[in-house]
Structures are given as C-alpha cells and as structure tokens.
C-alpha cells in the first residue's frame, strides 16, 4: 500500500519542500511524519502548502543560484592538486576517494557533501589527471578536475 504525503523539507533522494509524494505506507507512517519531514496530504495541508507556495519557490530558486555559484568555483579549479604517498610504479599507497576531495575542496573554501562527489570505480589508485562528477542541485552536476600526485614522485616528474 502506499500513501501520499507533502513533503516538510527536503528528503535525499525522494524529493524537497512541497513535493507531493506517494510512499510506502510504513516509510511515512514510521519515518517520514513523527520525525517532521513530511505530513499526510489532507484538505488541511494542501490548504497550508498553497499558501506557503511562494516562499517554498524562492528557496528552491535560491538553491539553484548557490548550486550555479559552487558550479562555476568547481569547474574553474584547474586542477585540484592531491598528493598521497605512492611507489615508483604510480600505484597509491591508499586511495583516493570521496572524503579525501571533499576535504582538499573544503581547503578551497567550496563545502560538498562527500556523496555527492562521484569518483568511477568508487577510488582512485594510481596517480594521474581524472574527472571527477559532483552532484549539486536537482539534475545540475560540475567536472572537477583533479590531479593525483605521489609524495616520491614529485621529484621525479621535475627531471
């Protein structure tokens, strides 16, 4: 069974503040409305909604903007420079993943949730030059471009 229900706030990966949607019944009756994400869609709420409507679309047209903000710093960044230990071959000692770019962006004063950086394969375990995708907004994603260098190697790469 399912049940419609207004969402409170946005919910990662259902939907945002006013969206209208049908859930399983136990993930709203259970989840969704005690912990005051969502309410049931009633006469009562639709009414509330409707009024909050315009307010409800500033926030969403204000999150676009911040996304198209942080989009433009991402893709300007040349190349994000990581260092990591590696052997003579190129192998990392260690990987590169997610959390390791979100704290080399956060040093570049651009704050991104590290699920929403998406690494192929999940890591990177060789040095060398990748891009990288970065969620940001509804369907709005930026390249970020990275380089991966070896601690050993840098020495080695000037000759």
Do not use: C, W
């Amino acid at each position: 069974m399912t049940m419609k229900v207004i969402l409170n706030q946005d919910v990662v990966n259902l939907g945002e503040e006013g969206d209208v949607k049908s859930v399983a019944d136990g993930y709203g009756r259970n989840f969704l409305i005690p912990k005051g994400l969502a309410v049931p869609h009633t006469k009562k709420y639709i009414n509330i909604f409707s009024q909050k409507k315009e307010i409800i679309a500033k926030k969403k047209e204000e999150k676009k903007q911040q996304a198209l903000g942080i989009k433009e710093r991402i893709e300007s960044i040349e190349g994000l420079a990581i260092v990591m230990p590696a052997g003579e071959s190129g192998k990392l000692f260690g990987s590169v993943n997610n959390s390791v770019i979100a704290d080399a962006l956060a040093k570049e004063g651009i704050t991104i949730e590290k699920k929403k950086i998406e690494i192929p394969d999940n890591s990177i375990k060789m040095i060398g030059n990748y891009n990288i995708k970065v969620k940001l907004y509804a369907n709005q994603t930026a390249m970020l471009k990275i380089v991966v260098s070896g601690a050993d190697s840098v020495e080695t790469e000037k000759k």
